[in-house]
């Protein structure tokens, strides 16, 4: 069984720790479970009321106290999420007036003497940008309210432990600009977010708008990933997904991330490292990650001249390795795992991440030349809006409340994700998404994709076309899986994926991707939605 260097928190710049529930009455058990999985931290929390039940005495010897103090005495780091709401201040309302917000503020004054430096952080509120979440009193303006709190709990914190703000549902950079424009940055010492995804491709283009952000008003600050994870009933791609997100936000600068969750829940039936008390794949590749990769420090990505090929050198002979479909040879002494740990005799490089320690290993050449998800935001696709007239307009970033997209302010709801999209418009108005390939060179190419959308509204029209000329079309009710379509391109060739609203607007969100693959060497494309 792998062990956990005991200076892994002190030392690591990148720390991987787990959710739990404590608060919500889940037994002292969940203890042993964290230990079990070698989490150095746990994100958890012990609510206002809980903890004050009577103005100015506070209570901080409950059975919850009393378990995530017995977390500290393990030796694990505690972050605890606080929401400023207690009924026996500003009316049960978020805390605006000054008696409630410095009641509030002495409260984790309270928590930060009670639990000690095992208390590394304190995440003001959670999941903010959800409608109604921030309920201040009627007629508080919300951003300016969230600041002032910020900066009462802070002048009464100094910095220790760290005060997180933000904390958004997925990135929510959109949402996050008001309030570092209206002085946040000065008033917290870390930016939480909550960056799901279903594929952690293209997290690090997020996270780049969101330092861009932080940088136009004038100070970066931290990014705590306080929660991610992924609702899947399929194991093997949670625990696949968790190394890989995991590389890529240690890659990315952020300073910590936990996973969502440590167990099972009712709520959230197939998000946890542990159901009852069996490890999960994902369980085993969270305790491989602790043991064998992470205390190696930050990765960096290797160039082996394939933007499809993600390689990522942890220390100086781990490295987490994936891509498009392709042989890997490995050299002397290098070995490869699995996301879980398992030894791997004939590795092949695919989507599933790869763990090789050795630093001897040769990739082959791949038979993907595109693909709409490893190529998202990294110029290989461009993006367009598409009239009635059939005039095409650039799609520009935009910063949304939740997760960050390709779109314009003028043809919303129509957006493109990494592996999700929506048109707008109607049969007699459509604003159609493009997607657009355009050859490096001559190429004999084999097109194949995978469609699937809910079953509500009359379906999106989707067509192929190259250079302009349909070579595939239908109506995705259901879903679609074209190809292998023959496509032979010159230099300066486009293929075009157009994807509109058919007849009636609602309903036009759908999950896609589509891949290039040279002639007769194609293989079925697996739409990323899970099922």
Known sequence: MFTLPASAVAESSFVLGVQTHFSQGWPPTGNALTADVLSPLQRDSLPWPMGE???????????????????????????????????LYDEGQWVSSDAGRTAFADYLVALTQAFGPCLVAIEL???INGTRVMRFAPGTDSTAAYVRLAATVRAKLGGSPALLGG????????????????????????IAVHP??????GVDLELAKLRAAMDASGRRLPVWATEFGLATADQTLAAGE???QATLLAANDVAMA????????????????????????????????????????????????????????????????????????????????????????????????????????????????????????????????????????TLDW????????????????????????????????????VWRYTAPGAQSLDLRAC??????????????????????????????????LPLDLARGDTVDLVAGPNQSAGGDAFTYRLTLFRRGQSAPVICPDGA
């Not at 890997?328 to 699995?338: E, F």
């Open 451 to 484: 469609f699937a959308k809910a079953a509500v509204g009359d379906g999106v029209d989707l067509t192929v076309l190259h250079n302009g000329r349909p070579v595939w079309q239908a109506v995705l009710v259901d879903r679609q899986a074209p190809g292998p």
């Open 125 to 127: 509120g959670n999941e």
């Open 242 to 244: 968790l190394v890989k």
């Open 398 to 433: 935009i910063d949304d409340t939740w997760t960050g997209y390709f779109g314009n302010a003028y043809s919303r709801p129509l957006r493109i994700n990494a592996t999700t999209a929506a048109v707008a418009g109607t049969g007699s108005a459509p604003l159609r998404a």
């Open 258 to 393: 936990s996973w969502y969750a440590l167990v099972d829940q009712s709520g959230y039936p197939t998000m946890g490292l542990v159901s009852g008390s069996a490890l999960k794949e994902q369980g085993r590749a969270f305790r491989f990650l602790q043991a064998a990769v992470l205390p190696k420090g930050r990765p960096l990505r290797l160039d082996l001249g394939d933007p499809l090929l993600q390689a990522w050198r942890f220390g100086d002979d781990v490295t987490v390795i994936w891509g498009t479909l392709r042989s890997l040879v490995l050299g002397s002494g290098t070995r490869a795992y699995s996301p879980t740990g398992a030894t791997l005799a004939a590795p092949m490089i695919g989507e599933e991440p790869i763990v090789l320690i050795g630093k001897g290993f040769t990739p082959g050449a791949s038979s993907v030349v595109g693909d709409t998800l490893f190529g998202w935001g990294t110029g290989a696709w461009r993006y367009f809006v598409r009239a009635k007239d059939g005039k095409d307009t």
């Open 196 to 201: 799901y995804r279903t594929r952690g491709e």
């Open 167 to 190: 904390s958004t549902n997925m990135i929510g950079t959109g949402f996050l600009r008001p309030l570092f424009a209206a002085g946040l940055l000065t008033q917290v010492d870390g």
């Open 53 to 87: 039940p009577t103005k100015g005495r506070y209570a901080l010897d409950s059975s919850t106290a009393q378990t995530l103090k017995g977390a500290c005495k393990a030796g694990r780091r505690l972050i605890l999420t606080q929401v400023p709401v207690h009924p």
